[in-house]
Nanobody
Framework: QVQLVESGGGLVQAGGSLRLSCAASGRISSLNAMGWFRQAPGKQRELVATITSGGTTNYADSVKGRFTISRDNAKTTVFLQMNSLKPEDTDVYYC???????????WGRGTQVTVSS
Protein backbone atom coordinates (compact mmCIF):
# COMPACT_ATOMS: atom_id res chain seq x y z
CA GLN A 1 0.00 0.00 0.00
CA VAL A 2 1.00 3.59 -0.61
CA GLN A 3 0.71 6.44 1.84
CA LEU A 4 1.06 10.15 1.10
CA VAL A 5 1.78 12.77 3.73
CA GLU A 6 1.49 16.48 2.94
CA SER A 7 3.07 19.36 4.80
CA GLY A 8 3.69 23.06 4.39
CA GLY A 9 0.19 24.49 4.45
CA GLY A 10 -0.62 27.55 6.46
CA LEU A 11 -1.84 31.12 6.52
CA VAL A 12 -0.18 33.82 4.44
CA GLN A 13 -0.98 37.27 3.16
CA ALA A 14 -1.84 37.90 -0.46
CA GLY A 15 1.34 38.13 -2.46
CA GLY A 16 3.17 35.81 -0.13
CA SER A 17 4.58 32.35 -0.70
CA LEU A 18 4.24 28.82 0.59
CA ARG A 19 5.98 25.59 -0.27
CA LEU A 20 4.03 22.37 -0.01
CA SER A 21 5.68 19.00 0.27
CA CYS A 22 4.31 15.51 -0.11
CA ALA A 23 6.24 12.37 0.68
CA ALA A 24 5.07 9.01 -0.58
CA SER A 25 5.92 5.75 1.10
CA GLY A 26 5.32 2.14 0.23
CA ARG A 27 5.88 0.08 -2.87
CA ILE A 28 5.70 2.56 -5.72
CA SER A 29 6.31 1.98 -9.39
CA SER A 30 8.98 4.13 -10.96
CA LEU A 31 6.46 5.03 -13.65
CA ASN A 32 4.06 7.43 -12.05
CA ALA A 33 2.77 10.95 -11.87
CA MET A 34 2.45 13.04 -8.76
CA GLY A 35 0.57 16.23 -8.33
CA TRP A 36 -1.54 18.62 -6.36
CA PHE A 37 -5.26 19.14 -6.41
CA ARG A 38 -7.39 21.51 -4.40
CA GLN A 39 -10.94 21.49 -3.21
CA ALA A 40 -13.21 23.90 -1.41
CA PRO A 41 -16.37 22.88 0.42
CA GLY A 42 -19.21 22.24 -2.00
CA LYS A 43 -16.93 22.36 -5.02
CA GLN A 44 -15.26 19.77 -7.20
CA ARG A 45 -11.66 18.84 -6.69
CA GLU A 46 -9.56 20.51 -9.35
CA LEU A 47 -6.10 19.95 -10.72
CA VAL A 48 -3.42 22.42 -9.72
CA ALA A 49 -0.28 20.85 -11.14
CA THR A 50 1.16 17.46 -11.97
CA ILE A 51 4.59 16.10 -12.80
CA THR A 52 5.53 12.72 -14.19
CA SER A 53 8.52 10.65 -13.17
CA GLY A 54 10.06 11.81 -16.44
CA GLY A 55 9.70 15.45 -15.48
CA THR A 56 6.79 16.48 -17.68
CA THR A 57 4.68 19.12 -15.96
CA ASN A 58 1.13 20.30 -16.33
CA TYR A 59 -0.44 23.35 -14.68
CA ALA A 60 -3.88 24.78 -14.32
CA ASP A 61 -4.18 28.06 -16.19
CA SER A 62 -4.99 29.86 -12.97
CA VAL A 63 -1.59 29.08 -11.44
CA LYS A 64 0.74 29.24 -14.43
CA GLY A 65 3.60 31.61 -13.80
CA ARG A 66 3.00 31.60 -10.05
CA PHE A 67 3.32 27.98 -8.97
CA THR A 68 6.13 25.57 -9.70
CA ILE A 69 5.93 21.83 -9.22
CA SER A 70 9.01 19.67 -8.80
CA ARG A 71 9.89 16.24 -7.49
CA ASP A 72 12.61 14.10 -6.05
CA ASN A 73 12.26 10.72 -7.71
CA ALA A 74 14.65 8.99 -5.33
CA LYS A 75 12.45 9.92 -2.40
CA THR A 76 9.16 9.93 -4.30
CA THR A 77 8.46 13.38 -2.99
CA VAL A 78 6.67 16.19 -4.78
CA PHE A 79 6.83 19.90 -4.01
CA LEU A 80 4.68 22.84 -4.92
CA GLN A 81 6.26 26.27 -4.67
CA MET A 82 3.45 28.78 -4.54
CA ASN A 83 4.33 32.41 -5.13
CA SER A 84 2.20 35.53 -5.54
CA LEU A 85 -0.60 33.86 -3.66
CA LYS A 86 -4.11 35.20 -4.04
CA PRO A 87 -7.14 34.87 -1.76
CA GLU A 88 -8.75 32.67 -4.39
CA ASP A 89 -5.96 30.16 -3.85
CA THR A 90 -7.43 29.43 -0.44
CA ASP A 91 -8.34 25.77 -0.36
CA VAL A 92 -7.48 22.36 0.95
CA TYR A 93 -4.64 21.01 -1.15
CA TYR A 94 -4.37 17.28 -1.73
CA CYS A 95 -1.36 15.34 -2.88
CA UNK A 96 -1.94 12.70 -5.53
CA UNK A 97 0.06 9.83 -6.91
CA UNK A 98 -1.08 7.97 -10.00
CA UNK A 99 0.59 4.78 -11.12
CA UNK A 100 0.90 3.97 -14.80
CA UNK A 101 1.58 0.25 -15.04
CA UNK A 102 -1.49 -0.51 -12.94
CA UNK A 103 -3.74 2.51 -12.98
CA UNK A 104 -4.54 3.56 -9.46
CA UNK A 105 -4.80 6.81 -7.54
CA UNK A 106 -3.53 7.47 -4.05
CA TRP A 107 -4.39 10.56 -2.05
CA GLY A 108 -3.06 12.40 0.94
CA ARG A 109 -5.40 13.67 3.60
CA GLY A 110 -4.97 17.30 2.57
CA THR A 111 -3.36 20.42 3.94
CA GLN A 112 -5.08 23.77 4.40
CA VAL A 113 -3.81 26.82 2.55
CA THR A 114 -5.36 30.14 3.52
CA VAL A 115 -4.49 33.41 1.83
CA SER A 116 -5.70 36.60 3.47
CA SER A 117 -6.34 39.83 1.63
Amino acid sequence: QVQLVESGGGLVQAGGSLRLSCAASGRISSLNAMGWFRQAPGKQRELVATITSGGTTNYADSVKGRFTISRDNAKTTVFLQMNSLKPEDTDVYYCNLRTVTIARDYWGRGTQVTVSS
